[in-house]
């Protein structure tokens, strides 16, 4: 770890968001997937039958960039998008067994990374942390799509 003092608190949660995104760089390379791919498989592991709609929301971007990432996660196998008979203009997304085979395994590996960079804080500091964080967000305007 480098000496480096940082002056600003928003300096300080890029860097611990930078840390946790560099944290997981290695176990979602192995899998040959981006943080946006392993982002919708994780997603759509806990939510069967999302709308892209709904992925578009999740990840904050979007449709016709959700409609490029499913298009390449389908051509490894990995989604499935069908079509609803009742609604042809909504499509739901299907992760397929591949897909979940891939991603098997994500919450724990984000989970170890969580408590990697937590470590150096007790239980109660990392409870007051993330109330803290809670106040903080509740007061902020939820991301809109782009």
Request: no cysteine; aromatic share 4%.
């Amino acid at each position: 770890m480098s000496g480096l003092k940082r002056e600003s608190t928003l300096e300080l949660m890029r860097w611990v968001v930078w840390a946790q995104r560099r944290s997981a760089d290695d176990w979602i390379r192995e899998r040959g997937l981006t943080h946006e791919q392993s982002a919708v498989l994780a997603y759509l592991a806990q939510n069967p039958d999302a709308i892209q709609r709904d992925l578009a929301r999740a990840t904050r971007t979007s449709a016709p960039a959700v409609s490029r990432l499913l298009a390449g996660l389908e051509r490894r196998g990995l989604v499935e998008r069908r079509t609803q008979e009742d609604d042809t203009r909504s499509r739901r997304v299907h992760i397929t067994p591949a897909g979940s085979a891939l991603i098997q395994g994500f919450g724990e590996a984000m989970h170890h990374v969580e408590e990697t960079i937590l470590a150096p804080l007790d239980a109660a500091d990392q409870a007051r942390l993330h109330d803290l964080l809670e106040r903080i967000a509740s007061q902020l305007e939820p991301p809109s799509l782009p």
